[in-house]
DNA sequence: TAGGCCATGTAACCGGTTACATGATTAG
DNA sequence: CTAATCATGTAACCGGTTACATGGCCTA
């Protein structure tokens, strides 16, 4: 998916500025859909309103930088639905993680250890903010993307737990090895 | 993760011409970690063949076009491990599925079945590909990945295929309602 | 007073993709 | 005869990112 279709997605849910669909393609499960810069952010949102597709009007309050908020209209609606009424392009996942384990012989068990620990906590930290973003809507769709993120990871996660040993065995061992595991 | 560090891990196992590190990174459990098309892995072979990171010979046979086998150098090996022992990237997720699961409430109801439809078949044949992958090597670290890429995607089927009426029900009603679901 | 947050925008750059050029063999 | 597969490589293009310019407010 492309940015000009993630900011009609974000604007379809209530005006905003470049600067807050930026923040939001970065913090929230906005991030599911594409990753966004300003720098393609700003550019894609003039271009929607030269075409019609956004509507955008500015708010001064004094003290605080000039926000230039924007609106969908129906012709931007159109074309979003029109987007999702294709066939969907096939889901994408890329994992650097996924690589270290595969080559997990060839590494050091210390190496092995330190990027499962990490990808654990990433996946920790991923399920709390799923959890907390889905407790604090009362969108339907919002919520069923929520519980189905939230269903992935944890098992993802519980994967990771009950067979990390054998991963880590893989390893070589390092001259480290007094220390226990913890 | 850049096609340069895809070349050599794949390579790592085994030699192998661009034309067909190109096919495993599309077609085999590599895809796992970067899309590659044949206008970016070939100047990344020369380019690391230069820097003494592969080598190369050539094979011919009569009848066939001549092959450029490149092979990994002690030098190659040592930049992918480096690689490798860096604190990874955070793992990809992106999901054009999800986008219109979210605004299921502004499409009609068969286009969000014929998007289910569509996501439960990528996911059976991902699940199947996986399997049979998983069964024809004997490289420990393949199995490992193959295991964790299996059980994330069971659990993945598993929620949508229990869940999609749930989000069926949000989509807006279509003209043709007659028809069973089936 | 340094750094982070709010806020918008541009320009250079880059890592890729797409399309093209070339050509033989094999399968339908 | 056509299409697909094997096989290598280049050039134009493009959708992004990174870094920069600008500036005020608030917090540590």
Redesign the pocket.
């Known amino acids: 998916m492309?940015?000009?279709t993630l900011c009609l997605a974000i604007l379809n849910f209530g005006q905003a500025?470049?600067?807050?669909i930026k923040?939001m393609s970065s913090d929230t499960h906005y991030a599911y859909f594409?990753?966004?810069?300003?720098?393609?952010i700003?550019?894609a949102?003039?271009k929607l309103e030269v075409e019609g597709c956004l509507t955008s009007h500015e708010e001064r309050e004094p003290?605080?930088?000039?926000?230039?908020?924007y609106s969908i209209t129906d012709k931007g609606r159109l074309e979003l639905v029109s987007h999702m009424s294709d066939t969907p392009k096939k889901d994408i996942f890329k994992s650097e993680f996924l690589l270290i384990a595969m080559c997990a012989e060839m590494l050091e068990r210390e190496t092995v250890r330190k990027a499962i620990d990490n990808r654990i906590l990433q996946l920790e930290e991923e399920l709390k903010f799923i959890k907390d973003s889905s407790d604090e809507t009362e969108h339907e769709g919002t919520k069923w993307i929520a519980g189905y993120g939230y269903a992935c990871q944890e098992n993802s996660l519980k994967y990771l737990i009950e067979n990390r040993e054998k991963l880590e065995s893989l390893a070589q061992a390092s001259s480290q090895e007094l220390e226990p595991a913890e």
Do not use: H, M, Q, W
Request: proline residues 8%; positive net charge; without cysteine.
């Open positions: 492309n940015i000009r500025t470049g600067y807050e923040k594409v990753d966004a810069s300003f720098g393609s700003y550019p949102l003039s003290g605080k930088p000039a926000r230039k908020v």
